[in-house]
T-cell receptor
Framework: KAGVTQTPRYLIKTRGQQVTLSCSPI?????VSWYQQTPGQGLQFLFE???????NKGNFPGRFSGRQFSNSRSEMNVSTLELGDSALYLC??????????FGSGTRLTVV | GIQVEQSPPDLILQEGANSTLRCNFS?????LQWFHQNPWGQLINLFY???GTKQNGRLSATTVATERYSLLYISSSQTTDSGVYFC???????????FGTGTRLTIIP
């Protein structure tokens, strides 16, 4: 069965722009969560969605937002990009109450 | 929030050696996973192991939930085992994973 698919794989944006990243979970998985990985802060939780509802949000500014569609696909958006937003963004899906499977990630570079 | 500590931070071994990676966590958990991050950044799930022992080929893991630690064993290391290994936990009532800072394993041919 297909894994978690994230698009695009790489992205270069300019400071002040906004960006949208996409994540398609494993078929049947209704929980989708997002993580940011940077060399300085490690892997940090952004938010988690279940059945189109955000259930949990990490400690990130309001510039970071997300949503989940009825088919469980999820998008995250970062507005007014800053240099510090350069990171690997990872999406994970899971069936309720079980382990998480991660996608390949989107590597965002802000210049 | 829950704290996750991994040790050692770095490990350099000769091919064929065995290794043990440790993960300590500060509170009760209902999910613990071990991941291997490949050179392209993807987190590959090795074990979902909130308690007990599991084995998969040369890898095995044990979680002692009552003592709040987990161990990942790698036997007969190969160069392809190189990379960063992460432990991640989810505590009760929380739908998020908290990651440790990882163990960087380097296997020398």
């Amino acid at each position: 069965k297909a894994g978690v698919t994230q698009t695009p794989r790489y992205l270069i944006k300019t400071r002040g722009q906004q960006v949208t990243l996409s994540c398609s979970p494993i078929s049947g998985h209704r929980s989708v969560s997002w993580y940011q990985q940077t060399p300085g802060q490690g892997l940090q939780f952004l938010f988690e969605y279940f059945s189109e509802t955000q259930r949990n949000k990490g400690n990130f500014p309001g510039r970071f937002s997300g949503r989940q569609f009825s088919n469980s696909r999820s998008e995250m958006n970062v507005s007014t990009l800053e240099l510090g937003d350069s990171a690997l963004y990872l999406c994970a899906s899971s069936p309720q109450g079980q382990g998480y499977t991660f996608g390949s990630g989107t590597r965002l570079t802000v210049v | 929030g829950i704290q996750v500590e991994q040790s050692p931070p770095d490990l350099i071994l000769q091919e064929g050696a065995n290794s043990t990676l440790r993960c300590n966590f500060s509170d009760s958990v209902n999910n613990l996973q071990w991941f291997h991050q490949n050179p392209w950044g993807q987190l590959i799930n090795l074990f979902y192991i909130p308690s007990g022992t599991k084995q998969n080929g040369r890898l095995s893991a044990t979680t002692v939930a009552t003592e709040r630690y987990s161990l990942l064993y790698i036997s007969s290391s190969q160069t392809t085992d190189s990379g960063v290994y992460f432990c991640a936990v989810r505590d009760f009532g929380n739908e998020k994973l908290t990651f440790g800072t990882g163990t960087r394993l380097t296997i020398i041919p």
